[in-house]
Structure formats: C-alpha cells, structure tokens
C-alpha cells in the first residue's frame, strides 16, 4: 500500500454507508497517517467542468471514490481525477439502476429520474472499478450491461468485537424493527404473526426506530405499539438501538431482485447492539444466520414460531445471540474489511495505470 495515500470520497449525502464502508475500515490507516480521507456531500456547483476541475486540484486525490454518487457533474469529477493520474471507482450497495416502487412513490421518482438513471449509468462505465456491496449486486450490475470491472466484498458491514455492546432487555417483552420508511412492504410481510402475538400476549409491545412509522394496522393496540426517531450519526444510531431493550429484532425482506442484492447489514447491527433476531429465509442472510445465529422465516406461520419461540424462551435468546456474536468476531472483523477495502483501492490503481499505459 501507498504512503500517505489520499482518498476523496463523494457521495449524493453522506451517511452510514459512507462510515460502514470507509470511514470505519479505515480509521487505522487514517490514524497512522497511512491514509488522507475526506468524504464530502454533493454541490450542485460540480456540475460546472471549472468547479469539478477546481475541487480535485485542490485535494489532489491518488483515488476518487463515487459513493451512491447519482448526482450529475461525475463524468466532469471523473475526467479531473484522471487528469490528475488518480484511479476512480464507483461504490454501490443498492441497484440504484432499478429501484422498485415498493419503496415508496418518493425514493421511486427520485431514482428513477431519466436524467439521474443516465448520469449514473455514465459514471459506472467511466470509472476504473465499480466496488459492489455484495457479489448479487456485481451480478445484477452486469445485467445492467456495467462494462467497467466490477468487484464484489465479501462482507459490508464490519464491527469490533471488543466494543460488543451488553444486551439491555427490558422487564417486559418487545419486538423491534428498525428501518427506514421504505420498508413498509417489508413489515407488511411479517404484520400477521406481529398481530396474533400482541393479542395472545397483553404485555407484549412492538417498537420501531428509524423513519419508519407504525403501521396503522396496528393502532388498536394502542400505547403497546411505539416509534422511536432515529439517530443519524451511525455511533449515536447504535448506542440508541442498543438502549431501546428489545427482546427479539425482525428483518424482514420481500423477494425481490432490488432486495436480493442487499447485504446482512440489520442482522450484524442487531448482533452487536446484544438483540437476538428473526430475519427473512432469503440469501441475503444465510451465511449470517447459519448454525443458530439468527432464526429464518418466510411465511407468516414461520414468523409466528420463531418470534414466539424468542420471546417465550430466555435461554434460546441467549443461545442465539451468542453464537451470532461469536460469528461476529469469525468473519466480521473490522481487520476483515479493512483488508478488503485496501485491496479494492490497490486493485484500482492496477487497473488505471493499465488504462494509462494502454492510452500511451
């Protein structure tokens, strides 16, 4: 690995995507002065070729990242950075070439912009390397007819395992799900089993945190079914999932290809923050679950038994959770992924100085 190397990172916004993927990988190098970081949200000024010009003049990157970049002005950003002879890579952890309208009618229109699907797809193919969140997004880009090489990491969210955080359960039972308002469709699928459950048990509460709201469905059952805002700084986000006690944590995901390419990243935050949980029987996260660290579901009666199961037995919440935190430690290493993201960032180096020498 280079010196002293420097990293500029762009992205629409900045967010947990930006710290699970960089920031947090690479708080060592940056430490030790092996790595320049700056991660910086989108200017609409960049669209201008001086502006673009003019910010990697001034930082003077050896790679430019474009994080979930949909925002025009990439191509004028791109052809700086390789002015300048830095290596590029686009970075995705979502198909935001295909966003489903199950999202919701707000996320849909924005990503689904002619103008914003276009500029995207430019990007993509004038980077040197497209970093995919998982090898069913690399895939699922080819299909996209991304022709710039694409690598896939083996995991997206990391942790250190000596910061597990102590589970905090509360005195009474409570289900929770944390996500962001997108994922209504997703809870729909688990709502049936949430329903019964709350009327077989009167000291039963069902919480969610992030901007997902309650569901209306619920609203019979009055002051047992809560909402918690969400906290946008990622530590803060933890500390408050952790606190919230809950007993068992869902995840659910319809199937669909948008939500085949996601990564595990829910069952690893629940894990850390000491919540054992039932999650959807789809590839995302078998290998995270295998072996008892998290329990499968896909129909409704098999969220009814797994969740009842949880919040009837103390011991298989205890099981559980330990051997997902022992998994935690096996494959989800910060090392891990700090590894892994300096290899991307060396094989994109490889890669642009082979286009160099093959423009000469």
Same mark, same amino acid.
């Not at 962001?180 to 688990?190: E, F, K, Q, R």
């Given at each position: 690995?280079?010196?002293?190397?420097?990293?500029?990172?762009?992205?629409?916004?900045?967010?947990?995507?930006?710290?699970?993927?960089?920031?947090?990988?690479?708080?060592?190098? #940056?430490?030790?002065?092996?790595?320049?970081?700056?991660?910086?949200? &989108?200017?609409?000024?960049?669209?201008?070729?001086?502006?673009?010009?003019?910010?990697?003049?001034?930082?003077?990157?050896?790679?430019?990242?474009?994080?979930?970049?949909?925002?025009?002005?990439?191509?004028?950003?791109?052809?700086?950075?390789?002015?300048?002879?830095?290596?590029?890579?686009?970075?995705?952890?979502?198909?935001?070439?295909?966003?489903?309208?199950?999202?919701?009618?707000?996320? =849909?229109?924005? =990503?689904?912009?002619?103008?914003?699907?276009?500029?995207?797809?430019?990007?993509?193919?004038?980077?040197?390397?497209? =970093?995919?969140?998982?090898?069913?997004?690399?895939?699922?880009?080819?299909? &996209?007819?991304?022709?710039?090489?694409?690598?896939?990491?083996?995991?997206?969210?990391?942790?250190?395992?000596?910061?597990?955080?102590? @589970?905090?359960?509360?005195?009474?039972?409570?289900?929770?799900?944390?996500?962001?308002?997108?994922?209504?469709?997703?809870?729909?699928?688990?709502?049936?089993?949430?329903?019964?459950?709350?009327?077989?048990?009167?000291?039963?509460?069902?919480?969610?945190?992030?901007?997902?709201?309650?569901?209306?469905?619920?609203?019979?059952?009055?002051?047992?079914?809560?909402?918690?805002?969400?906290? @946008?700084?990622?530590?803060?986000?933890?500390?408050?999932?952790?606190?919230?006690?809950?007993?068992?944590?869902?995840?659910?995901?319809?199937?669909?290809?948008?939500?085949?390419?996601?990564?595990?990243?829910?069952?690893?935050?629940?894990?850390?923050?000491?919540?054992?949980? #039932?999650?959807?029987?789809?590839?995302?996260? &078998?290998?995270?679950?295998?072996?008892?660290?998290?329990?499968?579901?896909?129909?409704?009666?098999?969220?009814?038994?797994?969740?009842?199961?949880?919040?009837?037995?103390?011991?298989?919440? &205890?099981?559980?959770?330990?051997?997902?935190? *022992?998994?935690?430690?096996?494959?989800?290493?910060?090392?891990?992924?700090?590894?892994?993201?300096?290899?991307?960032?060396?094989?994109? #180096?490889?890669?642009?100085?082979? *286009?160099?020498?093959?423009?000469?």
């Amino acid at each position: 690995m280079l010196t002293s190397r420097r990293i500029l990172i762009l992205c629409d916004a900045v967010g947990a995507t930006q710290t699970i993927s960089f920031s947090q990988p690479l708080a060592d190098d #940056v430490a030790a002065g092996r790595v320049h970081l700056q991660i910086l949200a &989108h200017d609409p000024a960049w669209g201008s070729i001086t502006e673009a010009q003019a910010l990697v003049d001034r930082i003077r990157p050896d790679i430019l990242v474009l994080s979930r970049y949909t925002s025009p002005g990439a191509l004028g950003l791109t052809a700086a950075a390789r002015a300048l002879g830095a290596a590029v890579i686009f970075h995705l952890d979502d198909d935001l070439l295909a966003v489903p309208e199950s999202l919701g009618r707000a996320k =849909y229109n924005y =990503y689904n912009q002619p103008e914003r699907v276009a500029a995207l797809r430019a990007a993509l193919n004038a980077s040197d390397l497209v =970093y995919a969140s998982t090898p069913a997004l690399a895939d699922r880009l080819v299909e &996209h007819d991304v022709t710039v090489p694409i690598t896939a990491g083996d995991i997206y969210c990391s942790v250190q395992p000596s910061t597990l955080m102590e @589970p905090l359960p509360s005195t009474g039972p409570i289900i929770g799900y944390m996500a962001t308002g997108g994922h209504g469709a997703d809870l729909d699928l688990v709502l049936p089993a949430i329903e019964q459950l709350l009327e077989d048990m009167p000291d039963l509460r069902f919480e969610t945190f992030g901007t997902i709201p309650p569901p209306e469905r619920l609203a019979p059952f009055g002051e047992r079914v809560a909402h918690f805002r969400g906290e @946008p700084n990622y530590s803060a986000f933890l500390t408050r999932l952790n606190e919230l006690g809950w007993w068992v944590a869902i995840a659910p995901l319809e199937d669909t290809p948008f939500n085949r390419c996601k990564a595990d990243t829910k069952w690893i935050e629940y894990a850390f923050c000491g919540i054992p949980a #039932v999650v959807s029987d789809l590839p995302v996260y &078998h290998k995270a679950c295998a072996e008892g660290a998290g329990a499968l579901a896909a129909t409704s009666e098999q969220w009814l038994k797994a969740l009842r199961l949880m919040l009837a037995d103390q011991q298989a919440r &205890h099981d559980m959770l330990t051997t997902a935190r *022992q998994r935690l430690g096996a494959r989800y290493g910060r090392d891990v992924l700090s590894r892994q993201v300096n290899d991307i960032f060396d094989l994109a #180096v490889a890669l642009a100085t082979r *286009q160099k020498c093959e423009r000469s």
